[in-house]
């Protein structure tokens, strides 16, 4: 069954802001770690952003500052709000808890 699913990806000019969503059909979503990675053309995935159960968030330097990792556990969803895009944002977005991966999303960023 699908576990993971990802939407909100679109295609913004640079200096655009996005918010992409996770929607999670885990057990125990209140507890889990969930992660953010992006995966551009003929790169290695990147690691973006985690939230834990309990709230405390990190970011890659890459991010920092620019995207916001959130979760709302009454609706097992995890969000990146996504803030003064680059043209370098440009990849397939995933989330993940574990080794449970969604499908993707693409965002895109003109310049």
């Known amino acids: 069954q699908v576990q993971l699913v990802e939407s909100g990806g679109a295609l913004v000019q640079a200096g655009g802001s996005l918010r992409l969503s996770c929607a999670a059909s885990l057990s125990a979503f209140s507890m889990r770690t969930m992660r953010w990675y992006r995966q551009a053309p003929g790169h290695q995935r990147e690691w973006l952003a985690i939230i834990t159960g309990g709230g405390l968030t990190n970011y890659a330097d890459s991010v920092k500052g620019r995207f916001t990792i959130s979760r709302d556990n009454a609706k097992n969803t995890v969000y990146l709000q996504m803030n003064s895009l680059k043209p370098e944002d440009t990849a397939v977005y995933y989330c993940?808890?574990?080794?449970?991966w969604g499908q993707g999303t693409q965002v895109t960023v003109s310049s």
């Open positions: 993940n808890s574990g080794d449970i």
